[in-house]
């Protein structure tokens, strides 16, 4: 039987509804939320990333800035942005676009930016804190995986999930976060990568299948059991004539005959990534709510 789609539009919609609510609340409170985006340079992905950033933000109410910076930027002026941004009271939570260019040491960029308003989970005072279980703002993409599995009714608790990357942004944080001893976690946690041999041994143990290596379609059907819930974190442009943008969107999985195989499986486009935005809009309204001494 083929498997049941796991929308993350439909997931997204519901959260971005409920985050609707909380903007509407903390502005009620003299708390508008506001979320910082900045952008260097022009690359295509980025551009497309950001501009959905930014329009999430004003479908829930978050007042959101785009701060486009040339794509020669120095590393200097970079630092200065973000120290702007750290002082910069109309902004909850800002974050910087990566890729950043090659001679731009994003580590510095990174650490630079205060950890209260770093809505991408990716400071290192954040990254220690989610490994210990302590309350922080969680990588948007792993953190939406999470989310699109809870909310789709295939929590992770007491399953086997394997994680196919061991990226800093996917593979790492998301099984930091699957093995916490919590509700919606709980999980055992295989990780997969590039010095993994014989890779299918591992996946066809999986009750849940995490592909987030960023090469296209490299899960293939014998690499999957049989009822395996499969969720694909691939974004890659593959060319292809016949589309109006000369590329089309696929996933690090072989889709249409995984999907006859799996339980349940995410689209690409429509899985993961909206899921990415909204959990960054979660942050960013998070970030705003404990500002405001809402929550802890
Ligand atoms: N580039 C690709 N994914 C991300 C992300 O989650 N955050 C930032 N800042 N850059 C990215």
Partial sequence: MAATIISGKDVSAEIREELKERAARLKEKGHAPGLAV????????????????????????????????????????????????????????????????RYVNAGKVINLISPDKDVDGFHPVNVGKMLRGEPCPLPCTPYGVVQLLVRGGYGPDGKHVVVCGRSNIVGKPLAAMLIQKRKGANATVTVCHTATP?????????????????????IKADMVPDGCVVIDVGVNRVPDAAAAKGFRLVGDVDFEPIKEKASAITPVPGGVGPMTVTMLMMNTIEAAERKAGLIS
């Avoid at 978050?62 to 200065?80: A, Q, V, W, Y």
């Avoid at 299918?200 to 379609?217: E, Y």
């Fill in 38 to 101: 900045v952008l260097v340079g022009e690359d295509p992905a980025s551009v497309s990333y950001v501009t959905a950033k930014g329009k999430a933000a004003e479908e829930i109410g978050i007042f959101e800035t785009t701060i486009r910076m040339p794509g020669d930027s120095s590393e200097e002026e970079i630092l200065r942005q973000v120290d702007d941004l750290n002082r910069d009271d109309r902004y909850d939570g800002f974050l910087v676009q990566l890729p950043l260019p």
């Fill in 198 to 218: 014989d890779l299918r041994r591992f996946t066809l143990q999986a009750d849940i299948l995490v592909a987030a290596m960023g090469v296209p379609r490299a």
